[in-house]
């Protein structure tokens, strides 16, 4: 069955960077792409971006370009999410998904991020 | 970017009541060439992931209880709970995958009266 296992949570000071890996299993991982998403403590989901596992595409939401990077491991099955110059509200739970045409029904667990001095 | 406003933001049901839940897009998200609605629901519960309970806007996902069901076309959609059970207490998100950045409803609390 198709699972997602994230890094567990972190705990970063200002300015820093953080990478959350994201572990893919169950299926041909590079026939399809990885999602990130966020959640603020409290708040809705929003969008950071797309990395195609096949080709290495990506593609960034506006309001994290220049601070975010994805990448990914073909050979371990594996994506990444680097967000740097962390800023306290980048406090969130980072989460990980595998959408298909008919819909994102697969979901990491989420790692939370901690951004605190 | 597709806007997704989701009504109301919260609302509370008493158990085996029918509980509604709307979502409204600034822009169609039914694909003309297949004449499917890229819209989807999700249930999130604390401390969890979304979980995807209906796609194209009206397809139960596997496992999901028949007594959620999905509705709509074009802009305007619809996340109705039958029979509302205790387990249901959740934050219900429409979501768009129509266009990219792909979007998301702000959320519906939903509690039980």
């Known amino acids: 069955q198709v699972q997602l296992v994230q890094s567990g949570a972190e705990v970063k000071k200002p300015g820093a960077s953080v990478k959350v890996s994201c572990k893919a299993s169950?299926?041909?991982?590079?026939?399809?792409?990885i999602q990130w998403v966020r959640q603020a403590p409290g708040q809705g989901l929003e969008w950071m971006g797309w990395?195609?596992?096949?080709?290495?595409?990506?593609k960034y939401s506006q309001k994290f370009q220049g601070r975010v990077t994805f990448s990914r491991d073909t050979s371990a099955t594996t994506a990444y999410m680097d967000l740097s110059r962390l800023r306290p509200e980048d406090t969130a739970v980072y989460y990980c998904?595998?959408?298909?045409?008919?819909?994102?029904?697969?979901w990491g667990q989420g790692t939370l991020v901690t951004v605190s001095s | 970017d597709i806007v997704m406003t989701q009504s109301p933001d919260s609302l509370a049901v008493s158990l085996g009541e029918r509980a509604t839940i709307n979502c409204k897009s600034s822009?169609?998200?039914?694909?003309?060439?297949?004449?499917?609605?890229?819209l989807g629901w999700f249930q999130q519960k604390p401390g969890h992931p979304p979980k995807l309970l209906i796609y194209?806007?009206?397809t139960r996902e596997s496992g999901v209880p028949d007594r959620f069901s999905g509705s709509g076309s074009g802009t305007d959609f619809t996340l109705t709970i039958s029979n509302l059970q205790a387990e249901d207490v959740a934050v219900y998100y429409c979501?768009?995958?129509?266009?990219?950045?792909?979007?998301f409803g702000q959320g519906t609390k939903l509690d039980i009266k």
């Open positions: 998904a595998r959408p298909d045409d008919s819909g994102w029904f697969y």
């Open positions: 169950g299926y041909t991982f590079t026939n399809y792409g």
């Open positions: 990395i195609n596992a096949g080709d290495g595409d990506r």
């Open positions: 822009q169609s998200v039914l694909y003309s060439s297949n004449n499917k609605n890229y």
């Open positions: 194209w806007a009206s």
């Open positions: 979501h768009q995958y129509y266009s990219t950045p792909p979007t």
